[in-house]
C-alpha cells in the first residue's frame, strides 16, 4: 500500500458528502409535484427582485424530470435537465472516486486530476448559460 497523502482524507471526505447530500436533492424534487407551488424553499430572486431569473421553475423542472416527464421539465426551466444532470453525473462521479481510493483501483493524483478537470468541464456546460445571464445584472 503506498503512502497516503496529507488531502488524501479531505478528498474522500468531500467524495462522501456529496454522495449523501446530492441524493437530497433527487429527494426534495421527488417530494413535491411540478403541478403546485408549495415548495419550501422559494426564489428569493423573484420575491425580491419582482422579475423572473434563469432559475424560475427549476424546483418545478427537477420535480419532472424524477417523474420522468422530460418534455414537461423543459417547458419549466429549459436548463432544468441539463442542470439536474449535472448533480446527477456529480453523484456518479462521487460514487465512483470513493470506492476509486478505496480500493485503489487509480493512483489517487490521477483520479484527482481527473475529477477536476471532469467537474470543471461538466460545470462549465451545464451552468454555462447561467453564469452568462448574471454577469449582465
Not at 500500500?1 to 447530500?21: A, G
Not at 428569493?44 to 427537477?62: A, C, D, I, K, V
Not at 416527464?69 to 448533480?87: C, E, Q, S, W
Request: aromatic share 20%; proline share 7%.
Amino acid at each position: 500500500m503506498s503512502p497516503v497523502p496529507h488531502n488524501y482524507r479531505s478528498y474522500q471526505t468531500v467524495n462522501i458528502v456529496f454522495f449523501v447530500l446530492l441524493p437530497l436533492v433527487f429527494v426534495y424534487a421527488a417530494l413535491f409535484s411540478p403541478d403546485n407551488s408549495h415548495y419550501p424553499i422559494p426564489s428569493f430572486y423573484n420575491r425580491y427582485m419582482s422579475e423572473q431569473s434563469p432559475t424560475t421553475g427549476l424546483s418545478h423542472s427537477f420535480s419532472a424530470i424524477v417523474r420522468g416527464n422530460l418534455h414537461d421539465a423543459k417547458n419549466l426551466n429549459p436548463y432544468g435537465i441539463r442542470i439536474f444532470l449535472f448533480f446527477f453525473l456529480e453523484w456518479i462521479f462521487r460514487t465512483v472516486a470513493f470506492f476509486s481510493l478505496k480500493k485503489e483501483w487509480i493512483p489517487y493524483t490521477k483520479l484527482l486530476q481527473a475529477d477536476i478537470l471532469a467537474s470543471t468541464i461538466l460545470f462549465t456546460c451545464c451552468f454555462g448559460r447561467l453564469l452568462l445571464f448574471w454577469n449582465y445584472l
